[in-house]
Structure formats: structure tokens, C-alpha cells
């Protein structure tokens, strides 16, 4: 599909460079920062499950909802506009994020910054592509913008560390929380680059390509309705269960909404998504392993994530450090990529890519999860090496998905190709954390109900407080055990149960603190074995699903890097 591109005489070549790889590099940095902050956020708001997977996966969601409409309109309005649009909610995203005091207000940001993220990564690529009308030096500046995205992937962890390591101010007492928590300063930072990607961005030029385009609005709007409600099923399934009546009543509204977006697909002259796509094995094959490979990814993220920063308790920068093992090779290996996806069949990239995926998981699965290095848990350290091949194999994987996609189409297809192997690759970054959450929590509930039962029962406490201090989650007693405690004893008085009575459960409860603790540590450790387990099946899965891919379809395609400018790319949530 060729369009034709307008570009504005007004404003500067130089800015217009400028204002594209920092607004990239602005959106990876938001995108990447809650993946060294996962257990911190924990400890920090006390949340649920569900809620820490709300906060881990909203970003992703807010990228992925409207992902297909930012680019076309910026083709129809102007993509300054909607620049100015992406840096504004990023400001506001990271500025709620800095000043977040519960799990809502984070979960909140999360959507705001998600949005401004989805918007800067399709829009700034679209305004490089409008100024590089010559087919070397747009690929040159394509390939500019993917470093400066992969830079902001590796600057991101070291910001959340170090910021939390040197900025935090503890409290009065070991048992008091932060005067001040130093991450927020990451956001600030954030907030503050996000003004200059604004302020940068006035000296661009505009560019648009209006000509034969429009919005397909029911299109939008039941896909983007029919995901979010499949994806508040699963978050709210870490919680309650998946038999829970909102749980199943969001997954039939998600079907339905779905299924019309199909129907609606089929019938529309200009759509979203071309289905007659999938009817091209390669290129079918293809999706399916952008949605497996890349969820096998985030689950791998946001299970280290937690297990090391909030189960093992490791430091906020211990953490950053092991999330620069991943990023840092999609950065590193640009070049070597490059070269491999032009000289040699990309689809072998790919398959070689997830294969190194599947052995991380195979490897992190072996370790012992759930408990501090210093009562026995696997050292921060040893995650180093098993996570270095989790990053080869992503730098490996990201790029090359799109490029053997857009080889299995019709020259003439290859931008909606790449647009929609975009959309299911940051599919596969969502379902990440959303679905390692659910077999986490669940497996790790499972696991805690008997022992939890058997220390409650020998403590003397009244059979009703036992019954109800049995259904909360593991996670609950290791992040918020005041609050657990609180909970019961006035559930207890609200009862009739005298102030000595009181006390005495008050007291119990002291006296087993640690055993439950525990427990519920090595529990929820279980359940990330689980997730890496299945993660590692995926990418398995993944690789094997490469094989049949025709080495004819996937062949290098050295006109590809001119695709045409509707194409999006973007790197995950972690």
C-alpha cells in the first residue's frame, strides 16, 4: 500500500531526528521501569495479586488497546499533534506514578503512561519515515530509532535501581515505611524528559498522509473493548478464581465483543486488520509465535521481578542489574542482528532466538524460589547467567518476528503485515505478566491452604478467625501483614470478642508471624517454578513453529526497511 506523504515546510530536519529517538526512548523508559520495581511496588501499597499484576500489565494494555488507530491518526490530523498528545500523558502518567500512595493511584498512571507510550513509538517512527523519502536513509534512521528504543530499555532498570538505592529515606523504625521512596524519583526524571520531548517537538516538522485513509471506529471500539474485558478477566482471576461470576461473565462479553470485531473486519472496505492475511500459513505461523514467543518473555520478566525483588527481598538495584542482562543485548547486538536478518533467512534468527529463551526457563526453573538469599534462596547472582540467554534470545526474537512477517505477504500488504505482527507481538508483552500472575497466585494459594490450615489450627485461635484468615492470599501475609492482622482482630471485636481476646489473637498470630511468612514465600516460589515451566514450554513451542516456516517465504527482504510508514514497533512492559 503506497501513500501519498505531505510534509509541513515549517520547522527543522534536525529537531524532527531529535524529537523522534528521544520520544522513543521516553516511551521505553516508561514502558520498562515498573519491571525493576515489581516487588518494590509490592512491599511499597501492599497489594494483592491482582493488583500487582494490574500495575505490571496496564501499561502493556494501553499500548496494545489502540495501537492500530495512533498511526492512522496521525496520517489524517497531523502526527505533531498527536506527539504533542503522547508527551503531555506521559508527563501526566509519570507525575501520578511519582505521587502514587495506593495500588489505584499506580495502576492509574500505569493506563495514562501506556497510552502516551503507544502513541510516541508508532508516531515517531511514521515522522522519520515522512522526512527519509530516500529507501537507504530511512532504513538508516529506522534502524537509529530501534538503538535509541533499546538504549531507553537498558537506561530504564539502572534509573528505577539507582534511584531507589540513593534516594530513599527510610523511617523513624525498621517497622515504619519510607519517609520517602526513592523510585519516585525515576518518574520525576521520566516526567521531566518527557517536557523536553514536548518542548523539542515544536521545532519539528508535521507530516501526514490523510489520502485514502479512515477510522475504522467499530473496529476500534470492539477490539479494543473485547481485550480489555478478556484481560480483566484474567487479572481478576489471580483473586478470585476463574470460576468467579465477573471473572466468567468479562471472558463471554470479551468473546462476544470479539467475535463482532471479526464480523466487522470482514465486512468494512478499509479495516483494521486485513484477515485475509492469516489465510497465508507463513505469515499465520508467524502471529502465533509473536503472541507465544513474546509472552514466554514477559512471563520470564515479571516472574524474576518478583521473585527476586519482592519474595527474596533482593534490593531495588540488585534487580535493575539483572534487567540490564536482558535489555542490554537488543541493544549490544544491533548490528549482529541486523546483519544476521539481511544475509541470512530471518525465520533461523527466530528460531535460534527462542530456543535460547526456552533453556532460560528450563534453567530458572531449577532454582529456589520464595525464600532470602540469606535463609537459603538461590543468589541474586545466579540469575545473571540464565538471563543474559533470556536477552540474546529476545534481541534475537524482536526484530526478526516483523521481518519474516512482512516477507510471507504481498509487497503491497507488507505495512498492514508489519502493523498487525506488532499488535500480536505486544499482545504475547500483556498476556506476560496477566497469565504468569494467574498460575503464580493460583498455584501458590493452592500450595499455602495446608500448611496455613495446619499453623492456624495450632494456635488456639477461634475456629471463625482460623476460616477467615485461611482464604487470604500468600502474598497478602508477606506485603501486608499489619493489615491482615488489623483485619482479623476487627472482624474479632466487631463480633462481641473482648479486648483480651483480642489481644491474645493479636498475640498468636505474633507467635507463628514467621512460620506463615514462610510458607507463604516457598508457596508463591511454586508457583513462579510454574511460570517459568510453562514460559520455557512456550518458547519451545515457539521454536519448533519457526521450522515451518518456508525458507522461501522468509527470505531477507533488503526493500523491507522502506515499508511503508504505518508500520509500529515497540519493545515491552517489563
Given at each position: 500500500m503506497s501513500q501519498t506523504i505531505s510534509v509541513s515546510s515549517r520547522g527543522s530536519v534536525p529537531a524532527t531526528f531529535v524529537a523522534a529517538y528521544s520520544a522513543v526512548t521516553l516511551a521505553q523508559i516508561t514502558n520498562a521501569l515498573p519491571g525493576a520495581l515489581n516487588g518494590t511496588f509490592a512491599v511499597e501499597?501492599?497489594?494483592?495479586?491482582?493488583?500487582?499484576?494490574?500495575?505490571?500489565?496496564?501499561?502493556?494494555?494501553g499500548i496494545v488497546v489502540?495501537?492500530?488507530?495512533?498511526?492512522?491518526?496521525?496520517?489524517?490530523?497531523?502526527?505533531?499533534?498527536?506527539?504533542?498528545?503522547?508527551?503531555?500523558?506521559?508527563?501526566l502518567g509519570s507525575v501520578v506514578a511519582a505521587t502514587a500512595t495506593t495500588t489505584g493511584m499506580m495502576i492509574a498512571a500505569q493506563a495514562i503512561g501506556g497510552i502516551g507510550a503507544g502513541i510516541l513509538f508508532p508516531i515517531s517512527l511514521s515522522m522519520l519515515a515522512a522526512i527519509t523519502p530516500d529507501h537507504r536513509a530511512r532504513a538508516k534512521a529506522i534502524a537509529t530509532w530501534a538503538g535509541f528504543l533499546?538504549?531507553?530499555?537498558?537506561?530504564?532498570?539502572?534509573?528505577?535501581?539507582?534511584?531507589?538505592?540513593?534516594?530513599?529515606?527510610?523511617?523513624?523504625?525498621?517497622?515504619?515505611?519510607?519517609?520517602f521512596s526513592g523510585w519516585r524519583v525515576a518518574y520525576l526524571a521520566a516526567a521531566v524528559i518527557a517536557v523536553i520531548v514536548f518542548l523539542v517537538s515544536l521545532r519539528a516538522k508535521d507530516s501526514a498522509a490523510a489520502k485514502g485513509r479512515a477510522l475504522d471506529l467499530p473496529g476500534q471500539i470492539t477490539l479494543a473493548l473485547g481485550l480489555i474485558a478478556v484481560l480483566f478477566a484474567t487479572v481478576q482471576a489471580v483473586d478470585a478464581g476463574f470460576g468467579a461470576i465477573e471473572v466468567v461473565a468479562s471472558y463471554v462479553v470479551g468473546g462476544i465483543l470479539l467475535t463482532a470485531f471479526v464480523i466487522i473486519e470482514m465486512r468494512t472496505e478499509q479495516p483494521l486488520i486485513h484477515l485475509?492475511?492469516?489465510?497465508?500459513?507463513?505469515?499465520?505461523?508467524?502471529?502465533?509465535?509473536?503472541?507465544?514467543?513474546?509472552?514466554?518473555?514477559?512471563?520470564?520478566?515479571?516472574?524474576?521481578?518478583?521473585a527476586v525483588g519482592g519474595l527474596a527481598l533482593a534490593e531495588a538495584w540488585k534487580v535493575g542489574v539483572l534487567f540490564v542482562f536482558i535489555q542490554g543485548p537488543a541493544f549490544v547486538l544491533i548490528p549482529v542482528v541486523g546483519w544476521l536478518i539481511h544475509h541470512v533467512a530471518p525465520r533461523w534468527a527466530l528460531t535460534g532466538g527462542f530456543a535460547f529463551m526456552a533453556v532460560s526457563g528450563f534453567w530458572l526453573s531449577t532454582f529456589t524460589l520464595g525464600t532470602p538469599e540469606a535463609f537459603g534462596g538461590t543468589a541474586w547472582t545466579a540469575f545473571i547467567?540464565?538471563?543474559?540467554?533470556?536477552?540474546?534470545?529476545?534481541?534475537?526474537?524482536?526484530g526478526s518476528i516483523t521481518a519474516v512477517a512482512i516477507n510471507t505477504v504481498q509487497p503491497q500488504h507488507i505495512g498492514m503485515a508489519s502493523a498487525t505482527t506488532n499488535l500480536l507481538r505486544d499482545l504475547g508483552f500483556a498476556l506476560g505478566p496477566v497469565i504468569g500472575s494467574a498460575i503464580a497466585f493460583g498455584v501458590g494459594?493452592?500450595?499455602?491452604?495446608?500448611?496455613?490450615?495446619?499453623?492456624?489450627?495450632?494456635t488456639g485461635l477461634p475456629a471463625d478467625a482460623v476460616a477467615g484468615l485461611a482464604h487470604v492470599p500468600p502474598l497478602g501475609y508477606l506485603s501486608g501483614w499489619d493489615g491482615v492482622v488489623g483485619q482479623a482482630s476487627g472482624e474479632a471485636a466487631a463480633?462481641?470478642?473482648?479486648?483480651?481476646?483480642?489481644?491474645?489473637?493479636?498475640?498468636?498470630?505474633?507467635?507463628?508471624?514467621?512460620?506463615?511468612?514462610?510458607?507463604?514465600?516457598?508457596?508463591?516460589?511454586?508457583?513462579?517454578?510454574?511460570?517459568?515451566?510453562?514460559?520455557?514450554?512456550?518458547?519451545?513451542?515457539?521454536?519448533?513453529?519457526?521450522?515451518?516456516?518456508s525458507s522461501k517465504s522468509a527470505a531477507p527482504?533488503?526493500?523491507?526497511?522502506?515499508?511503508?510508514a504505518e508500520t509500529t514497533t515497540s519493545e515491552p512492559a517489563i
Open positions: 501499597f501492599q497489594t494483592s495479586g491482582a493488583g500487582l499484576t494490574w500495575i505490571a500489565g496496564m501499561f502493556m494494555m489502540f495501537e492500530l488507530s495512533w498511526g492512522l491518526l496521525g496520517d489524517l490530523f497531523g502526527r505533531k499533534k498527536l506527539l504533542y498528545a503522547g508527551a503531555g500523558l506521559s508527563v533499546s538504549l531507553g530499555a537498558v537506561i530504564s532498570p539502572l534509573l528505577a535501581g539507582f534511584t531507589a538505592q540513593f534516594f530513599t529515606v527510610p523511617g523513624a523504625t525498621a517497622s515504619q515505611p519510607n519517609a485475509s492475511l492469516f489465510k497465508n500459513s507463513a505469515y499465520s505461523i508467524t502471529g502465533i509465535v509473536a503472541v507465544t514467543g513474546m509472552f514466554a518473555f514477559l512471563a520470564i520478566c515479571y516472574s524474576t521481578s518478583v547467567p540464565p538471563l543474559l540467554l533470556l536477552g540474546i534470545g529476545f534481541a534475537l526474537t524482536v494459594a493452592s500450595a499455602f491452604a495446608a500448611p496455613l490450615n495446619r499453623i492456624l489450627g495450632g463480633a462481641g470478642a473482648s479486648g483480651q481476646a483480642v489481644d491474645g489473637m493479636t498475640q498468636a498470630l505474633a507467635s507463628v508471624q514467621q512460620q506463615i511468612q514462610g510458607v507463604a514465600g516457598t508457596s508463591l516460589g511454586e508457583g513462579f517454578h510454574v511460570v517459568y515451566l510453562v514460559a520455557a514450554i512456550a518458547a519451545t513451542v515457539s521454536a519448533l513453529l519457526t521450522v515451518f516456516i527482504a533488503p526493500a523491507a526497511a522502506a515499508a511503508p
